[in-house]
T-cell receptor, first 111, second 120 residues
Framework: DAKTTQPTSMDCAEGRAANLPCNHSTISGNEYVYWYRQIHSQGPQYIIH???NNETNEMASLIITEDRKSSTLILPHATLRDTAVYYCIVRVVSNTGKLIFGQGTTLQVKP | GAVVSQHPSWVICKSGTSVKIECRSLDFQATTMFWYRQFPKQSLMLMATSNEGSKATYEQGVEKDKFLINHASLTLSTLTVTSAHPEDSSFYIC????????????????FGQGTRLTVV
């Protein structure tokens, strides 16, 4: 699985969009970009994933650059409950469910 | 959505004793479950892959005799921390994937809520 690089921490004002970057310059053509988050003392929660097209769901949007070497997770209207560690994971889609977590970005949403 | 439940949510045990943590998939069958450990302010570290009906596969550096994994059914995997010591105190998390994969549910795996182990 390709290595990812994320900023250690970020702040965001409540109600504003939170943009979390992820670099994955060694991504392979068959690897997807996944985003999970972990609220303090809970198990990780799936957010979104994509291959090369931008994706949107009820939680967030995922913007992947054309060369696929980086991506941005966008939380359009951050709330205090979005304070969490956000993990960007690059991997080949499979049926195994195995995920290797990097250090992630700690997002602090402030009132 | 699919639910994975861990029990207990937290446990305190004395040094030298063993502790068993259960991971159950409540509404789907999981041929594969994973166990992670997370120390404070650190990321999740994969410990082992639990395969139903066969031996677990451990990641490098994880002692298989200390962290016993049993996956006796398609809905239950257990992790037993044997002869626990204070350095084993951690947050243990399991995940499970439905048979045939979870892509139809737009995720790779479903995670339990975690078990906080404190060894005193």
């Amino acid at each position: 699985d390709a290595k990812t690089t994320q900023p250690t921490s970020m702040d965001c004002a409540e109600g504003r969009a939170a943009n979390l970057p992820c670099n994955h310059s060694t991504i392979s053509g068959n690897e997807y970009v996944y985003w999970y988050r972990q609220i303090h003392s809970q198990g990780p929660q799936y957010i979104i994933h994509g291959l090369k097209n931008n994706e949107t769901n009820e939680m967030a949007s995922l913007i992947i650059t054309e060369d696929r070497k980086s991506s941005t997770l966008i939380l359009p209207h951050a709330t205090l409950r979005d304070t969490a560690v956000y993990y960007c994971i690059v991997r080949v889609v499979s049926n195994t469910g195995k995920l290797i977590f990097g250090q992630g970005t700690t997002l602090q949403v402030k009132p | 959505g699919a639910v994975v439940s861990q029990h207990p949510s937290w446990v305190i045990c004395k040094s030298g004793t063993s502790v068993k943590i259960e991971c159950r998939s409540l509404d789907f069958q999981a041929t594969t479950m994973f166990w992670y450990r997370q120390f404070p302010k650190q990321s999740l570290m994969l410990m082992a892959t639990s395969n139903e009906g066969s031996k677990a596969t451990y990641e490098q550096g994880v002692e298989k005799d200390k962290f016993l994994i049993n996956h006796a059914s398609l809905t239950l995997s257990t992790l037993t921390v044997t002869s626990a010591h204070p350095e084993d105190s951690s947050f243990y998390i399991c995940s499970a994937t439905p048979r045939g994969g979870a892509r139809a549910m737009n995720t790779e795996a479903f995670f339990g809520q975690g078990t906080r182990l404190t060894v005193v």
